[in-house]
Nanobody, 126 residues
């Protein structure tokens, strides 16, 4: 089991950048999991952004291509999401999630992720 805590959200002007963090705790390091970032904008369904498997291979969804970068610090057991050139449509609650690495692969299918953080709010103003 793993516990996830996101941080780094806040209010930012359009065009700015943010670096979100997801600190993990538990007996198993995040480098053993498939880790992902998701977000839910007001009035919309939660969507996947990017996932990283235990080998560090990333899968980026169409929504995240070009401006979103995921990285991992194994020593700190922390996952990051760098978001550049923010716009008002990026306003959302951002979530970190984890799933056990298995033969099913590491894809941004939300239903397969068993562990979720409570999220960090990002608000972008024009």
């Amino acid at each position: 089991q793993v516990q996830l805590v996101e941080s780094g959200g806040g209010s930012v002007q359009a065009g700015g950048s943010l670096n979100l963090s997801c600190a993990a705790s538990g007996h198993t390091p995040i480098s053993s999991y498939c880790m992902g970032w998701f977000r839910q904008a007001p009035g919309k369904e939660r969507e996947g952004l990017v996932v990283m498997n235990r080998y560090g291979i990333k899968t980026v969804t169409t929504s995240a291509k070009g401006r979103f970068t995921v990285s991992r610090d194994n020593a700190k057991n922390t996952l990051y999401l760098q978001v550049n050139t923010l716009n008002t449509e990026d306003t959302a609650m951002y979530y970190c999630a984890a799933k056990q690495s298995d033969s099913g692969g590491c894809t941004p299918e939300q239903r397969k992720f068993a562990y979720w953080g409570k999220g960090t709010q990002v608000t972008v103003s024009s």
